[in-house]
């Protein structure tokens, strides 16, 4: 077949060539064409390796054909975006012919046409104010951190144009933002599977697809289903409610500090929570990743400050008595109570969980990362394959509030 293909090739122009390799339709996949309709919102959910960046990027490759433009380019940072969106094996760069390739400059890409693109960090939201867009390629939004407010504030500007469209493409998490798009009228859902790519590698077939085919992350990850909830979890998301009238009787902020202080060190997780009642409700996260230790302890005294706590319930398993002189650094006046993990983490977290089960725990609004994060909580300790900093500082602010019952409810602890 091989050198059926080379004669073949062999007796055509290299321009005409060029035009095949680059014919784009030739060569998609189904699920890779935009869908017919009138619709606003293409969500395009996939597997790993499932071909939705080549999808989003020939979308944006046919949108400057028509002249369409300017365009927004997402990703979760700058970094991201341009590593994957743009120069990406499957980018843009590297699926325009190299007659329309754009020059890219600063965030900006600029096509021989005249249409531009622009690179926007969706951790950054308020970025998004100014700029106005015909069109928009959101990449990967189901990791994006602060995924709605961005999501809304891309829509403020998708304004010109006759017919604003929107390309998301991720693999399906179940965030605040994937369910609204696909509950939205104006949205249309292709997905695919992993497998349904024939050029990736056997070695990756074999390995991955074998050992996670039919697990729940296989089954987000690779097979591009939307998992409400892992069934192994602690916690449900039909477990979160918001609160009633009850008075808070008492307040604290929990602090689960990471070893140390770099961008690659685990988040410090914060979170503030009060009694109300025989239950208690969550009341902020206020969880920090890759700061110094000034920084997280700055962050944990002003929320003790900014709902009137009782104290600050602090783990000492890593840092120790450090960990008391931090705080004491930035507020000496701040009461402190150290604890001590003795059990893993999910034999503490069991009976939280329990309370939530019986009803007895609600959230304020906008804890969408807290609780993605108690959901995605396993029996190994870790969420997603990460620490679960801020379920930890949850798990010791109840325990304080709720589970303790024997101990003083006093200030100046």
């Known amino acids: 077949m091989r050198s059926v293909l080379l004669d073949w090739a062999a007796g055509i122009e290299d321009s005409e060539l060029c035009d095949i390799a680059f014919n784009w339709p030739v060569w998609a996949m189904p699920h890779q064409l935009p869908p017919a309709g009138d619709w606003t919102t293409w969500l395009l959910l996939g597997g790993r390796g499932a071909g939705k960046t080549r ?20 990703g979760e940072t700058m970094t991201e975006a341009e590593a994957v969106m743009v120069r990406g094996e499957s980018g843009i760069l590297r699926v ?37 867009f015909a069109a928009a390629w959101c990449d990967e939004t189901g990791k994006w951190k602060k995924a709605e407010a961005a999501f ?10 006759t017919r604003p469209r929107q390309l998301v493409t991720t693999t399906p998490r179940s965030t605040k933002l994937t369910k609204r798009l696909m509950a939205d009228k104006q949205t249309v859902i292709t997905s695919a599977e992993t497998k349904v790519n024939k050029h990736l590698a056997d070695a ?25 909830d892992r069934p192994d979890a602690l916690w449900q998301r039909r477990m979160f409610h918001p ?18 202080g ?3 060190s685990d988040a410090c997780g914060i979170v503030v929570a ?80 329990a309370l939530y089960a019986r009803g007895l725990v609600s959230h304020v609004s906008g804890l969408t990362a807290l609780e993605d994060e108690l959901c995605a909580f396993g029996p190994d300790g870790k969420a997603e394959g990460h620490s679960p900093d801020r379920v930890d500082a949850l798990v010791w602010a109840l325990t304080e509030l709720v589970l303790n019952e024997t101990r003083p409810r006093v200030r100046g602890l």
């Open 274 to 353: 009060g009694r109300a009642g025989e239950g208690a409700v969550v009341l902020e996260d206020a969880t920090l990743r890759g700061v110094r230790p000034d920084m997280w302890a700055a962050r944990a005294v002003a929320a003790f400050h900014a709902h009137e706590a009782d104290c600050i319930v602090v783990e000492v398993n890593q840092g120790g008595d450090l960990v008391r002189q931090v705080l004491a650094q930035v507020d000496g006046a701040v009461p402190v109570r150290t604890v001590r993990a003795s059990r893993g983490k999910w034999v503490r977290a069991e009976p939280v969980a």
């Open 96 to 132: 325009c012919p190299p007659d329309n390739r754009p020059k890219f400059s600063g965030n900006v890409l600029s096509w021989p046409n005249g249409v531009e693109a622009h690179v926007l960090p969706a951790s950054e939201p308020e970025r998004f104010r100014g700029p106005q």
């Open 55 to 74: 999808a989003g990027a020939e979308w944006v490759r046919m949108l400057v054909d028509q002249g369409i433009g300017p365009i927004a380019l997402v």
């Open 152 to 161: 809304d504030m891309l829509q403020f500007g998708l304004r010109l144009g």
């Open 204 to 228: 990756f077939m074999a390995a991955v697809v074998a050992r996670y085919k039919d697990s729940v992350l296989g089954r987000q990850e690779l097979d591009g289903e939307m998992i409400e």
């Open 262 to 264: 770099t961008e690659r």
């Open 243 to 260: 609160p009633g009238d009850a008075a808070m009787e008492r307040i604290v902020v929990a602090v689960d500090p990471p070893v140390t």
